[in-house]
Nanobody, 127 residues
């Protein structure tokens, strides 16, 4: 059973950047589809970005497109989320999650497809 640990969250001013990490153990991320979700304060969880680790295909929600970049580094068995030009509305707890590779970058907003969740990392963007 793969396990996921996120890190890299913190407090940053609007316009700043953070790089979140999701490190896997007990399994190879290259065999999965990986999704970053977030739970903004007081709001429902929403998907942010999706990666098909088998072929590198990525997709992003409209709210982060052009500002966030998801990437996979096989030697580190990790997926990263580079977040630039952060806004106060990006504040929340960020989770990485894996699901079966066959989903690719489809149905990224469907949390019922998730097999394993990380514990989350807090991102706070001040105005």
């Amino acid at each position: 059973q793969v396990q996921l640990v996120e890190s890299g969250g913190g407090l940053v001013q609007a316009g700043g950047s953070l790089r979140l990490s999701c490190v896997a153990s007990g399994g190879f991320l290259g065999y999965y589809s990986v999704v970053w979700f977030r739970r903004p304060n007081g709001r429902d969880r929403e998907w942010v970005s999706c990666l098909d680790s088998t072929d590198g295909t990525t997709t992003y929600s409209d709210s982060v497109k052009g500002r966030f970049t998801i990437s996979h580094e096989s030697p580190k068995n990790a997926v990263f989320l580079q977040m630039n030009n952060l806004r106060p509305e990006d504040t929340g707890v960020y989770f990485c999650a894996v699901r079966r590779a066959l989903y690719g970058v489809g149905y990224c907003d469907d949390s019922t497809l998730v097999q394993t969740w990380g514990q989350g990392t807090q991102v706070t963007v001040s105005s």
